[in-house]
DNA sequence: TCGGTTAGATACATTCGTGTATCTAAAGAC
DNA sequence: GTCTTTAGATACACGAATGTATCTAACCGA
């Protein structure tokens, strides 16, 4: 046998072949971050070649920004209703758990100096935008429900959860467990909640049985 | 004038030499990052040659690892005593806020790689150790005036201003601000503290007494 | 003062990624 | 069916950093 691979013998175009691109380009990074990805290794994970990148991108920062952008356009994700805050939390933090790669990326390609090409502002923008839009939705429900007024609560209360998420996250390298998550919601975030609002004298204490009799 | 710079004409050897060159490496390690780092850089800014350096560490990780371990070994800080958690908490926090590149760098570090040589439990030793030494001294004097019992208070929130201020560093890249500080020490970590107290009929509310009355 | 060690300078081969140029043949428009 | 576009393959020049080899003279101990 002399053919190894069957050629293709097909060549994609247009949108087909851009996409193909992109997703390599991501893949990329997931695999090798921003200093370690090559024009060459995207090319043939893509089965093309690197003139076929260069005509679209004139340099790795482009790329890999083209590359971000895109794969976030297509990040939708539906953020959980179980009726109460503490269970939308935990589902909500389990979820982003799944899906920490993305973030990995985002940081990885922070440090690896993309801030300096990429607006730090827009780097931010991906980097929490997406987890601070999924947390305002579930607060608002829980707002509507009457668990939380927004008013009391200051923001560095608000967005506790997501940035303990995140900070975890950087020093594990990996999966959320679920005890952090509990800890985080139980033990941390209500009790700040059932304190203000205590404070402002709303419903208090409705959240702190939730925590472990222990 | 053909002497644009008279040769130092002294040759350093022995330590003397050795921290030069440590020094220098984590200079640009500062400057460039990881990544950013070379051989040629680190020698010229320690005024000598690449061989000087590689007759020492084979490689490039070798050649950080022990700039870290170098610099790390050399940092002392005299953790304040103001009298009280918060006061060192303020102290404290401001006074990691000065030392931030250290943190940047060794984060830089642990995304660019780093951890495949060096074992993940010590680049976490490393990036959380000293912060949690320093963190647990006010902790312990805090406890024998009687402020806080640690054996009520969850260790994820006695670890929780270091925490955030590490998510908050990540984040920004630059200096942790006051108004951060206050948030966290008078918004968050008292308030939570009380919280615990409270709970077991402890000296309850001493701290609340902090929080701006908005 | 002599002699072994090694700092520091210089040169070199090598490797790896970049960015461009050139050619062919497949895809799609008319 | 013809024509224009451009995917994809290949080759090349270039630069940056690596790691080694070689030489000299400064250093330090005996």
């Given at each position: 046998?002399?053919?190894?691979?069957?050629?293709?013998?097909?060549?994609?175009?247009?949108?087909?072949?851009?996409?193909?691109?992109?997703?390599?380009?991501?893949?990329?990074?997931?695999?090798?971050?921003?200093?370690?990805?090559?024009?060459?290794?995207?090319?043939?994970?893509?089965?093309?070649?690197?003139?076929?990148?260069?005509?679209?991108?004139?340099?790795?920062?482009?790329?890999?920004?083209?590359?971000?952008?895109?794969?976030?356009?297509?990040?939708?994700?539906?953020?959980?209703?179980?009726?109460?805050?503490?269970?939308?939390?935990?589902?909500?933090?389990?979820?982003?758990?799944?899906?920490?790669?993305?973030?990995?990326?985002?940081?990885?390609?922070q440090f690896a100096g993309l801030f300096s090409e990429m607006s730090l502002g827009e780097v931010r923008e991906?980097?929490?935008?997406?987890?601070?839009?999924?947390?305002?939705?579930?607060?608002?429900?829980?707002?509507?429900?009457?668990?939380?007024?927004?008013?009391?609560?200051?923001?560095?209360?608000?967005?506790?959860?997501?940035?303990?998420?995140r900070h975890e996250l950087l020093m594990t390298l990996t999966t959320v467990s679920d005890e952090f998550i509990?800890?985080?919601?139980?033990?941390?975030?209500?009790?700040?909640?059932?304190?203000?609002?205590?404070?402002?004298?709303?419903?208090?204490?409705?959240?702190?049985?939730?925590?472990?009799?222990?």
């Open positions: 046998m002399d053919l190894e691979k069957s050629p293709p013998q097909q060549r994609r175009r247009g949108e087909e072949l851009e996409d193909a691109l992109l997703e390599a380009a991501w893949q990329e990074l997931e695999l090798s971050g921003f200093t370690g990805l090559t024009f060459d290794a995207v090319a043939e994970r893509a089965h093309t070649s690197r003139p076929v990148l260069y005509r679209r991108w004139p340099d790795k920062t482009a790329l890999v920004l083209a590359a971000i952008r895109w794969h976030y356009d297509r990040d939708a994700v539906d953020v959980p209703d179980t009726g109460s805050l503490r269970g939308d939390l935990y589902e909500l933090l389990r979820l982003a758990s799944d899906r920490r790669v993305e973030m990995v990326v985002m940081l990885n390609a991906r980097l929490v935008g997406p987890r601070t839009v999924w947390s305002s939705i579930v607060l608002t429900r829980a707002q509507e429900r009457g668990e939380i007024d927004l008013r009391v609560v200051p923001e560095r209360v608000q967005s506790l959860p997501f940035d303990l998420f509990a800890s985080v919601v139980d033990e941390i975030f209500l009790p700040l909640v059932d304190h203000y609002m205590e404070a402002n004298g709303d419903l208090a204490g409705q959240h702190t049985r939730y925590v472990p009799a222990d």
